[in-house]
């Protein structure tokens, strides 16, 4: 008698792999897309702290991010803005590339950023990220009291 596995045990085994390959994508997909958004978190606190730093010298809060009326924050490594970048999300307010927002290597749109601004009393600072593919954005604020607000959630 020959030893071995038949050619329908052997399709079982596929089967049963591929549908916990099925089961494990979605799950990877989601943790990749909760990493960045941590990413998120951190760089709206640093603009938070930027924006507190200008305030207390200038009794404002700053207009832009970088620049000569800028809160003196860019990301790490600042590149350009695109593909070329270490970070993911857009950042920002609306204006400028480089001086008002810095764009990450998910090239979402700055027109994303729209409810962001600064004045003397407050602030609103906004990141936007198509974290899961091009289905939906992740949007995320921040403001003078350190509250960070999900806009809109892409990871539901």
Do not use: C
């Not at 089967?15 to 799950?27: G, Y």
């Not at 960045?36 to 978190?41: D, S």
């Not at 003196?72 to 803005?81: A, L, S």
């Not at 289905?135 to 959630?153: A, E, F, G, R």
């Amino acid at each position: 008698m020959k030893s071995g596995f038949t050619l329908i045990e052997l399709m079982v085994v596929v089967a049963i792999v591929v549908f916990l390959t099925m089961l494990a994508i979605p799950n990877f997909t989601r943790f990749l897309a909760k990493a960045k958004r941590t990413e998120a978190y951190a760089n709206l606190h640093a603009l938070y702290m930027a924006q507190k730093a200008y305030w207390a010298e200038h009794g404002t809060y700053a207009p832009a991010l970088a620049g000569p009326q800028g809160a003196g924050w860019q990301p790490e490594g600042y590149k350009g803005g695109g593909l070329q970048e270490n970070f993911y999300y857009t950042y920002g307010l609306p204006g400028t590339e480089g001086t008002h927002y810095f764009t990450g290597k998910l090239n979402t749109p700055a027109s994303l950023l729209s409810g962001g601004y600064a004045n003397k009393d407050s602030f609103v600072i906004m990141a936007a990220g198509y974290i899961n593919g091009e289905k939906k954005p992740d949007i995320l604020s921040i403001n003078q009291d350190n509250k960070i607000t999900i806009v809109q959630d892409a990871l539901l």
